[in-house]
């Protein structure tokens, strides 16, 4: 199999770079035979990268130890559960995901778009292709990337095993929504390059891949939070976000796509920020080769990175390449992409939006700089220093309170036009909630913690900014539809997705923020030694050490403590922190046990401990509040669904539009 | 939420987290010392002790964080000093943001009809949705002709 693997990537290079070329020869010469020769290698494509992933997987689930990659990361004992993640553990595999993700994608498109869009998708498909050729050569040609290398001689009886942290369901998941994510935000910018090629630069190829651009943030939306989850629950530090320069490599593309989602409204409404749109897609597609970029160039030390590799130099000719040539492009057209840029109104809706759009970017460029400016620093003053965590949390938190206060403004200003009347009446209810929320924390103690007090305010007033929308939908449905006011509340959201999916977006990062908030701020923590029957007290916990069990796996010893956990003297019930040491690897691995609501988690991990003595070395951890995390993740998840929903409605409402628009234009 | 919250009592040692939040790992790792992804780290962990021994022991966190500067250097802080041109690191977020900010608001005042009751424009204030019942009426009605 590993043959048939390697032969199909051998492919898969000879298909792409065909795939470059036919289609632009189909565009030129105006032959459908060669346009449909270029659709095929695209199928062809997709077919081969699947092949060779069946290939691979077929040689990790089949303990093939004579293929490198697979004596890397699996072993005997290993389940078949992580082996499937060991797919992605190592770099050549991660690349061949990448591809195949990409082919997948690519002959999806191909299909979508059978009898549409037919003038620009030549060259969409030859931007796509170009992307696989770079990615096939890499795993076919550059050392160490290559899955199906084998082992010289004969091959060992056990393979190495998967990285303990590792063996995590969220390390199932993370990897591959992020890929899903990053490689999804190639088809839009495929297509802004294509239109740049083609001259149509009005706002069609932003309507085709709308849903593809929602699809990639919601699996980037889910990656991160699957990555952040993983973190926390494995890594055995209490916390979920290290503001290591991988995680911000995977949050810059999240930040300026999310801010491309908004603007891409303003274009389709008021055919405005045309160029704009393209730099964003341009910059959030180039983010994600960046990422790529840094957990392969070995110039950061990071939990995320694939160790040492040659390919740093790769990705950064890559990237270079897309930037000049991309942008190269759009000053080519700057003239073809002049907008009327004209508003009804300076307060409107569309203001509001390029407020939003500033400040994402601005984070983007915040997290940038930070990364960047060790290089800057040393380069201008030859001295070194770090930006970590402290750096980002000071300047990234007001930022993120603006960024939360015009999350809750932006439903309250009306499309084109507002007046400040209107705009009064519109905030009193939302504001007044903010405002007694803010007083109700104070008056309850916490207004020593002041970016609390106004991250809970503004979570409050956008919550309430978001129902007051939604309950103003409902109320005259009801009054017109004559249903009930759940049921208007539900046909509401289902007319209007793409819009109220929105908002449930905006209340699934109100309920993140909170969850960021809570942990952030009134987290509290204790380490402390103790022997069988001692207890160790954390704010209102008591946490008392009953026991500890050892035993041994043909892989690895394990330590499990048991501890009982009382607040305030009721108890709560047993938690079972471990301690285990895997023999191969020679590598000693805490797996952290939590009592986890939605007011906090108690997070204990067992740091070490003495077989003889039955001593435990024990950090606890209390998160206030840090399951709202993952609840706001979810909810955000949601509500990018609904946005997406299938509606035939709208397609009907924007084909209609788009007829008028026609006939307006010939006029 | 509030109960929950202010249910935090004031700590007597401060924790080990105000000063492995402070500085780097020197491991190589490139994490601060507080998130360090090795368990069994050779330097962080032992620095870790020693900080929670220190901390104990009297002394307060920041003459631990300049201990290890003294160290390590400047490097082994986990964010710049607010000092000499670090200063640019703080600020120039900021900067961009004003000046972005600035830049926006001229470009939408630039933007704006100059006449403030265009008949053409609809939308008087009140959210897009919130139309009157008629216009609704319509709606539906072009609507279902599509269905």
């Known amino acids: 199999m590993n043959q048939v693997g390697y032969t199909a990537l051998l492919l898969a290079v000879l298909i792409s770079a065909y795939g470059v070329v036919a289609p632009v020869v189909a565009a030129r010469t105006g032959q459908k035979e060669w346009a449909r020769s270029a659709e095929n290698a695209c199928y062809a494509f997709a077919a081969a990268t699947v092949i060779a992933s069946v290939a691979l997987l077929y040689a990790l689930l089949t303990r093939d130890f004579g293929n490198e990659y697979v004596a890397s990361y699996t072993s005997l004992e290993l389940t078949w559960f992580y082996t499937i993640s060991a797919f992605w553990a190592g770099n050549a595999g991660s690349m061949l995901l990448w591809v195949a993700l990409l082919g997948i994608y690519t002959a999806i498109v191909v299909y979508q778009n059978r009898r549409k869009n037919r003038e620009i998708l030549p060259y969409v498909t030859s931007v796509l292709m170009t992307v696989s050729l770079f990615f096939s050569l890499i795993l076919t040609t550059s050392h160490g990337s290559n ?38 935000f190639s088809i839009p910018f495929a297509f802004a390059m294509g239109a740049l090629i083609t001259k149509r630069l009005g706002d069609q190829w932003i309507r085709t891949t709308r849903r593809w651009t929602i699809v990639a943030w919601i699996f980037l939306t889910i990656g991160n939070i699957v990555g952040a989850w993983w973190a926390y629950v494995t890594l055995g530090w209490g916390g979920y976000w290290a503001w290591d320069p991988v995680e911000n490599a995977s949050f810059l593309p999240w930040l300026t796509g999310t801010a491309f989602l908004h603007s891409v409204m303003i274009q389709e409404k008021k055919d405005m920020l045309k160029v704009w749109n393209i730099v964003l897609i341009i910059f959030t ?135 400040f009347a209107n705009l009064r009446k519109n905030f ?84 993140l923020l909170i969850g960021v908030t809570g942990s952030y701020g009134f987290k509290q923590e204790q380490t402390q030694t103790l022997t069988e029957g001692q207890s160790m007290t954390v ?71 003495s077989p003889e003595t039955g001593q435990v070395n024990m950090e606890v951890n209390i998160n206030p509040l840090v399951s709202w995390l993952w609840i706001g993740g979810i909810v955000m998840v949601i509500g990018g669904i609904v946005a997406i929903w299938p509606d035939r409605r709208d397609s009907l409402r924007l084909a209609a539009r788009y007829e008028r628009q026609a006939r307006l234009d010939e006029i | 939420m509030a109960l929950m919250l202010s249910a935090a009592p004031a700590a007597a040692v401060p924790p080990t987290s105000s000063v492995s939040d402070a500085i780097m790992c020197q491991c190589g790792c490139g994490a601060v010392l ?68 600035v830049a926006i608001y001229f470009l939408a005042r630039l933007w704006a009809r100059p006449s403030e009751d265009d008949p053409a424009a609809i939308g008087d204030g009140v959210p897009a949705l919130a139309i009157d019942s008629s216009r609704l009426r319509r709606l539906e009605d072009e609507l279902r002709k599509f269905d």
Request: charged share 15%; hydrophobic share 45%.
């Open chain 1, 539 to 609: 704010g209102s916990y008591e946490l008392t050490y009953v026991s500890m069990e050892n035993y041994n796996t043909s892989e690895k010893s394990v330590g499990r403590a048991t501890f009982n956990v009382k607040e305030n003297g009721r108890d709560l019930g047993l938690a079972y922190p471990v301690r285990e040491y895997y023999f191969k690897k020679d590598q000693p691995w805490t797996r952290i046990d939590r009592q986890s609501t939605l007011g906090r988690d108690v997070y204990l991990m067992l740091l070490d401990y």
């Open chain 2, 34 to 101: 507080t998130n360090c992804p090795h368990q069994e780290c050779g330097w962080g962990v032992p620095a870790k002790l020693f900080i929670a021994q220190q901390l104990a022991n009297g002394k307060t966190p920041e003459e631990l964080v300049q201990y290890y500067v003294s160290q390590y250097g400047e490097q082994a802080l986990s964010a710049p000093t607010k000092r000499g041109f670090n200063v640019a690191a703080w600020v120039t977020p900021f900067v961009v943001m004003v000046v972005g900010g």
């Open chain 1, 428 to 511: 009193m209810y939302p504001a007044a909630v903010g405002v007694v929320t803010a007083i109700a924390l104070v008056a309850f103690g916490i207004g020593d913690h002041i970016y609390a007090v106004i991250s809970f305010s503004l979570a409050a007033f956008v919550v309430a900014s978001v129902a007051l929308e939604f309950g103003r939908g409902a109320l005259v449905r009801r009054d017109m539809a004559g249903e009930n006011i759940v049921r208007a509340l539900g046909s509401l959201t289902w007319r209007n997705k793409r819009r109220y999916g929105g908002y449930i977006v905006h209340v699934g990062v109100v309920l």
């Open chain 1, 285 to 419: 597609f180039a983010l994600t080769i960046f990422g790529t970029f840094l957990t392969r160039s070995g110039i950061i030390s990071s939990v995320h990175s694939f160790g040492q590799s040659s390919l740093g130099p790769f990705f950064l000719g890559f990237l270079g390449l897309i930037l000049i040539l991309s942008l190269n492009l759009l000053f080519s057209r700057l003239e073809l992409l002049r907008s009327r840029n004209e508003l009804d109104s300076f307060l409107s809706r569309e203001s509001s939006f390029l407020l939003n759009n500033l400040i994402l970017v601005g984070m983007a460029f915040t997290i940038l700089w930070g990364v960047l400016f060790p290089i800057i620093s040393e380069a201008v003053t030859g001295n070194k220093v770090t930006v970590g965590p402290p750096f980002f949390d000071q300047v990234m938190t007001p930022i993120g309170l603006v960024l939360m206060f015009v999350t809750g403004v932006c439903p309250l200003i009306a499309w084109r036009r507002a007046t």
């Open chain 1, 147 to 184: 899955p199906f290398a084998m082992i010289p001689g004969a091959p060992p009886a056990n393979g190495a095993g998967l990285n303990p942290m590792l063996e995590n369901p969220g390390m199932v998941f993370h990897p591959v929504t992020t890929y899903l994510g990053y490689v999804g």
